[in-house]
T-cell receptor
Framework: QVQLQESGPGLVKPSETLSLTCTVSGDSVSRDNHYWSWIRQSPGKGLEWIAYIFYSGSTNYNPSLKSRATISVDTSKNQFSLQLTSVTAADTAVFYC?????FGSGSSNSYAMDVWGQGTTVTVSS | EIVMTQSPVTLSVSPGERATLSCRASQSVSSNLAWYQQKPGQAPRLLIYGASTRATGIPGRFSGSGSGTEFTLTISSLQSEDFAVYYCQQYNNWLLFTFGPGTKVDIK
């Protein structure tokens, strides 16, 4: 059974850097049909995709967060991480890590987030 | 940037009734669309990918349809555990993901 678990500080001060780690169990971050992603959900709001990473280190970011977000992977620990710099109160959210799976093959691929962590709440406040 | 809209914002349905949720993309996303269910205090759960393929373990009462810019999630006979918020999500050719704002299905 694949499980993802987020970890990191629950409180971050404004202008500082938010750092979160997702630990993967029951699967390997090095498998080539998965990407590893971060998504956030502000209080009472919808879902916002932040970034994903492939085991090779290839990354992709939400353009609205690209200047502040960095995603990385540690294959030896089977973990991936997110850093978000210069945080403000607007970055207060529940942060989820998720596995993005490529379904199908060839020209008929589909991608979707099929396994999610339980989420971790991060509050930005002094 | 592709913008996703969902309607209605809230759908009030009686148990056993059919629910039809809509998702629209501002430009064609082909069949690059997924549906998720989220209950209060829980992470989202994948229901449908590729616009119409049920994810593993998803009951047959959930079905997805559509392509291009118009998509539908249908729950054929609502069960008590189906009252939740439903999100659609698209990805483009560069594998950039965008979620819709969600539709809340509540008890009528």
């Amino acid at each position: 059974q694949v499980q993802l678990q987020e970890s990191g500080p629950g409180l971050v001060k404004p202008s500082e850097t938010l750092s979160l780690t997702c630990t993967v169990s029951g699967d390997s971050v090095s498998r080539d049909n998965h990407y590893w992603s971060w998504i956030r959900q502000s209080p009472g709001k919808g879902l916002e995709w932040i970034a994903y990473i492939f085991y090779s280190g290839s990354t992709n970011y939400n353009p609205s967060l690209k200047s502040r977000a960095t995603i990385s992977v540690d294959t030896s620990k089977n973990q991936f991480s997110l850093q978000l710099t210069s945080v403000t109160a607007a970055d207060t959210a529940v942060f989820y890590c998720a596995r993005v799976t490529r379904f199908g093959s060839g020209s008929s691929n589909s991608y979707a987030m099929d396994v999610w962590g339980q989420g971790t709440t991060v509050t930005v406040s002094s | 940037e592709i913008v996703m809209t969902q309607s209605p914002v809230t759908l009030s349905v009686s148990p056993g009734e059919r629910a039809t949720l809509s998702c629209r993309a501002s430009q064609s996303v082909s069949s690059n669309l997924a549906w998720y269910q989220q209950k209060p205090g829980q992470a989202p759960r994948l229901l449908i990918y590729g616009a119409s393929t049920r994810a593993t373990g998803i009951p047959g009462r959930f079905s997805g349809s559509g392509s291009g810019t118009e998509f539908t999630l249908t729950i054929s006979s609502l069960q008590s555990e189906d009252f939740a918020v439903y999100y659609c999500q698209q990805y483009n050719n560069w594998l950039l993901f965008t979620f819709g704002p969600g539709t809340k299905v509540d008890i009528k």
